[in-house]
């Protein structure tokens, strides 16, 4: 803070007065002249040094300054970006006809117009096809884009031939306008993105990408420290999740005060994984206490491997979507079947479907050139006949209305998958197999699309990269997510406007989540607190639920759960219970409950180094005071 002449003056008056109490320092002496002179200096340096210290000091700029000292670094504020999905256009009368859907089509709710998505895709319904999927995104940005699955039931742009829309699952990805502190922590950690081949500037170039919203950036080792309790027999066993690689050294273990214990005299680290640390002296802490552990791994979906010596590989991985249509020629070809053997090219065990099964031994696998896949079309006419997209209403291997719906995508899930060159394409039903060399469109339509970020971020890191090091750009894994809450709402507010607030702030609180997160209840059920018109909230468990097995806790809708992104196209098994109002309930069996599994109650969810979490859905129920329970 700057100081003024008069400040100056007076501190040396006194200093003088302390020293020489005979000296005149008043008004028009020589010396007061001199003092005068000599402060005006010292203020106006003050005031240089003010100005110079602000200019460079990110922590002081708020709003529109600090937007203009983060450009100086090619570093832009990120803007609130729109949610994206599908929506499912049906017909239900006219099959023989060809609807076209065009780019553009605005589809919005009917309980509240003011939430609008575009298709960013065309889409075509062929003769004998009732239904057909098509990328959106909503029309303006924001957190208030995460509908929920079925909420999005009009046109506002009238299709001819189409009868009904729908989202079959929620929408996601819209994100607010990045605050003051989010851009100063990026600035702080980004702005030496020229120091080659750092993590830093891999996550600078990887968010510089304007839909780029997280980066993890994974090396030859990751860093991590945990905080440890004594158990009352055995060695402490670290609680990482993820390792493919646990390091000898480098390691540090001390007590909570700090105090730091002596390797192979206190304690011995065994890089087991899970690593472990056994008690070698009485000087280590006893039962009960805590310790702080740092150690190096190498995650799970790291390429390197260093027990074969492999160290120069660098994963970064991308949360974000930014469709991008195509278009592709295909032979139709049965050269190549999904194995149950491990060694096989085609090990099912190392491929996911979009709702996250694994193909069927068997089955055949068609390459596509361009991905990792957003959408691929609803339906593919080869030769003469028409094959559909299997979806949970109509499972692959079925026959209905004159469609078979015989394929549906699948991607390489490997520490190589989920990048713009890995492998990824169609999975065909062995018993619905057009002719083989049959040639095919994939995108005639502008129906085939695939996300742009990793081959754009990677473009750009091809720029950068040091010689020798293989840097790979991969698309984040997502894991969609289902809470089960019990709200007791405000006298006097509107039960479904809370329930509708609450989901958009647990989908802003999960969009807002980086790589090799935790959701935890705790934050879970204060973000939900936080929402106005919430007097009192917790997660559904086992005692809310008739017929709650401890054996089989995924067949019931409790706590956190993982589930399918793939929704059925009707919502007439999700809209049965009084429990689910219309757009809200569980989009299918759970694959994974984040329970106790003897109470069912809600535990948090670990997440990987190339995992983010999404919101799929929140099933409420409405309570009272008086049947509000235990949480």
């Known amino acids: 803070m700057a100081t003024s002449q008069n400040d100056i003056v007076s501190q040396m008056r006194e200093a003088l007065r302390i020293s020489d109490p005979e000296l005149d320092t008043g008004v028009g002496s020589v010396a007061r002249k001199i ?43 990120i803007p609130a970006r729109r949610a994206v999905g599908t929506v499912t256009f049906s017909r239900s009368q006219d099959l023989n006809s060809t609807v076209y859907i065009p780019v553009g089509v605005e589809i919005n709710a009917a309980s509240d117009p003011s939430q609008v998505v575009q298709t960013v895709t065309g889409g075509i319904l062929l003769p004998g096809v009732a239904s057909a999927s098509v990328a959106v995104q909503a029309s303006t940005a924001g957190a208030a884009g995460n509908v929920a699955a079925g909420a999005l039931d009009t046109l506002a742009s009238p299709v001819q031939g189409v009868s009904t829309v729908v989202n079959p699952t929620a929408m996601t990805g819209g994100t607010s306008r990045e605050t003051d502190s989010e851009l100063r922590t990026r600035w702080k950690r980004t702005v030496f993105r020229s120091l080659a081949g750092t993590e830093s500037m891999f996550t600078g170039i990887a968010l510089d990408d304007p839909d780029c919203y997280a980066a993890n950036v994974i090396g030859a080792s990751k860093s991590r420290t945990e905080i440890l309790q004594i158990p009352s027999s055995g060695d402490t066993v670290a609680q990482i999740q993820n390792a493919a690689y646990v390091y000898a050294a480098p390691v540090r273990v001390a007590r909570s005060d700090g105090t730091a214990l002596v390797r192979d005299y206190d304690y011995t680290w065994i890089p087991s994984i899970p690593p472990a640390i056994r008690q070698l002296s009485p000087a280590f802490p006893q039962p009960g206490e805590l310790i702080t552990v740092d150690y190096q791994y190498l995650p799970l979906v790291s390429r390197n491997s260093p027990t074969t010596g492999v160290t120069n590989r660098v994963d970064v991985f991308c949360g974000g979507v930014r469709a991008q249509v195509a278009q592709q020629s295909v032979i139709f070809s049965n050269a190549k079947a999904f194995q149950n053997l491990p060694a096989n090219d085609l090990y099912r065990g190392v491929w996911l479907r979009a709702d996250q099964s694994q193909p069927d031994p068997g089955n055949i696998f068609i390459p596509l050139a361009f991905g990792p896949i957003l959408t691929v079309p609803s339906t593919l006419t080869v030769g003469s006949a028409i094959y559909g997209l299997a979806t949970r209403d109509h499972p692959l291997g079925t026959v209905s209305g004159g469609v078979t719906y015989a394929y549906t995508v699948v991607h390489e899930d490997t520490a190589d998958g989920w990048t713009p060159t890995s492998r990824f394409g169609l999975e065909w039903h062995a018993s619905y197999l057009p002719v083989n060399g049959t040639p095919f469109l994939v995108g005639a339509s502008s129906n085939y699309a695939f996300n742009e970020i990793p081959s754009s971020v990677q473009d750009a890191i091809n720029r950068w990269r040091l010689v020798g090091s293989d840097v790979k750009v991969h698309q984040a894994k997502q894991r969609w997510l289902r809470f089960a809450m019990g709200l007791v709402v405000d006298s006097g507010a509107s039960a479904t406007t809370v329930q509708n607030a609450v989901r958009t702030a647990l989908s802003d609180y999960l969009n807002r989540m980086v790589f090799a997160s935790t959701v935890q209840v705790s934050d879970v059920l204060a973000v939900a607190h936080q929402v106005p018109g919430v007097d009192n909230v917790r997660f559904l468990n086992g005692g809310d639920v008739s017929g709650y097995s401890p054996a089989n806790p995924n067949a019931s809708v409790v706590g956190i759960q993982q589930i399918s992104p793939l929704a059925s196209v009707s919502n007439g098994a999700s809209g049965s219970s009084t429990w689910y109002p219309l757009g809200t309930g569980p989009l299918g069996p759970a694959l994974v409950s984040y329970v106790d599994l003897a109470t069912g109650r809600a535990s948090d969810a670990y997440f990987e180094d190339n995992e983010l979490p999404v919101l799929g859905a929140v099933v409420f129920k409405n309570l009272a005071r008086n049947s509000f329970g235990v949480a």
Request: hydrophobic share 50%; aromatic share 12%; with cysteine.
């Open 35 to 77: 003092l005068d002179a000599v402060a005006a200096s010292v203020a106006d340096a003050y005031v240089e040094n003010h100005l110079l210290s602000y200019a460079y000091d990110v922590d002081a700029k708020v709003d529109a300054d600090l937007d203009s000292f983060c450009q100086l670094f090619g570093i832009s504020r």
